[in-house]
């Protein structure tokens, strides 16, 4: 998708979302799902399931959200405590729908916002940011490009993430051979003492 397109869309679903927000409506499930792994381009597909390990491993309720007192204990856990106001101003900062939770791309716009340079050090997203990154010197801060730089970027993201994904596969894939192999041995070893 060209990167002006993308731009549209994305401020397309923000306007919507800010529409509902501003009648009272509840924000339209449509409008809700975003593909983390295409908007998040400055992240590996690594990073973000690590990224979501973290996020899962601290959302009790398991209802896909982080509400005030799971992202306490997170902060705890990670030896950051955070007074109360601490944590309402870290969940108003990154939550764009005011539901008064961080969902998991919300709470992937904190690691965008440190990888752009946009969270004070010692703020409690700083402090979040810093305990649970993951191998940001690899990635780099990304700063500003011109047009063909970001083209060129965007290109080899995709091949990146194609890349990963087949490296995944294959990793499957032996797991698989290798499972199928010891299956193998075991009834060969099975059918030896069934003959006798």
């Known amino acids: 998708m060209p990167a002006d397109a993308e731009l549209s869309t994305l401020l397309n679903r923000r306007q919507k979302i800010n529409e509902d927000l501003e009648e009272g409506r509840e924000v339209a499930k449509q409008y809700r799902f975003v593909n983390v792994y295409t908007e998040f381009h400055e ?10 390990q973290t996020f899962n491993r601290f959302d009790d309720g398991k209802d896909g959200f982080l509400d005030l007192n799971e992202l306490k204990r997170m902060m705890e856990v990670l030896g950051a405590p955070q007074t109360h106001l601490g944590l309402k101003a870290m969940i108003q900062e990154v939550d764009e729908d005011q539901d008064g939770r961080i969902s998991f791309r919300e709470f992937l716009l904190i690691y965008r916002k440190a990888l752009a340079g946009e969270l004070e050090h010692d703020s409690g997203l700083g402090q979040l940011a810093r305990l649970t990154e993951v191998d940001v010197d690899a990635v780099g801060v990304n700063g500003a490009k011109n047009f063909f730089e970001a083209k060129i970027e965007q290109q080899s993201n995709s091949n990146k993430f194609e890349h990963e994904i087949r490296m995944e596969q294959e990793e499957r894939r032996r797991q698989e051979e290798e499972k199928a192999a010891r299956r193998e041995q075991f009834r060969q070893r099975a059918a030896i003492f069934g003959n006798n």
């Open 43 to 52: 992240l590996t597909r690594r990073q973000i399931k690590q990224y979501e």
